[in-house]
């Protein structure tokens, strides 16, 4: 894997060996002492142009912990706040050298340009309403140990998709401006799990009858079939106006709510990218539930980003659990 710019790219070994490696990975994160020298002598940046929490701080440690060298960019630090391109920033940094650029970026197919002009390898950490590969991975990482918990016996069963096969997934909320959407979508299509897709008229996507899942505006009718819902963050900073008439109305259509989190299937899991909205797209009740999983993904992004710096970083010829492994007996 020389670059992961979109979940379309990953075949289902491929997804299976990020995950099974991110198993491995996790286990790092309950040492004393947390690194690894899978990476020693890389340099990875962080090209960051818009605002970020969970996915930089995740990359820089996951780095960090790989005993990577990590560099964090950001555009009000940078020479495009004077005006340079992001084709000359990126030729730039790339030109001192480094390993692996790691960019997010307000334009749609930014890390996939970057991509075409330098030698280096690029992730996509979400570029404007495209894509965020690893977001849906970590999902996923998640998902999967939801339903083995609940499921012990469902890994042994029907290859490596059992995990996903027959489960029910459905997810909530803006679609027309979340990247999170469309990499879910591909990778859980991908893993074998059907997913729904639920939206207000205004905010389902254009061509959305065209993706591989299923679609209606109506949440309540599809609540209490869902092994898991992930809420959609309302990202209002996208929006011109006129989605919705008001916040209080998109609750009541679109909101994990105290009412709807009682009509849930027992067991399904709450899964929400973050940062949340209490009150908007989820209750407090439903954030702070017992079988929510919003926690559990902000530890898995870590996990998953290891696992995906070392795919792409640390060597295909080695055994993908060889750099935990060869660590814990030093």
Sequence with gaps: ?????????LSLSEITEILDLAEEMSTVQDRPVKKLPALRGRTVVNLFFEDSTRTRSSFEIAGKWLSADVINVSAKGSSMSKGESLRDTVLTVAAMGVDALVIRHHASGAPWQASHWIDAHVLNAGDGTHEHPTQ????????RRHFRSADPSSAERNGQASDFTGKTIAIVGDLTHSRVARSN?????????EVVLVAPPTLMPSGVDSWPAANTTDFDEVLGACDAVMMLRVQRERMSGGYFPSAREYTIGYGLTRARLGALRPGAAICHPGPMNRGLEISADAADAANSLILDQVAAGVSIRMSVLYQI??????????????????
């Design 1 to 9: 894997m020389r670059h992961l710019l979109s979940a379309a790219d």
């Design 185 to 193: 979508v591909l990778l859980l299509q991908t893993l074998g799990a």
């Design 313 to 330: 970083l640390g060597g295909a010829e080695e055994s993908v659990a060889s750099p935990v492994r060869e660590a814990a007996v030093r």
């Design 136 to 143: 849906a991975l970590l999902d996923a990482f998640t998902l």
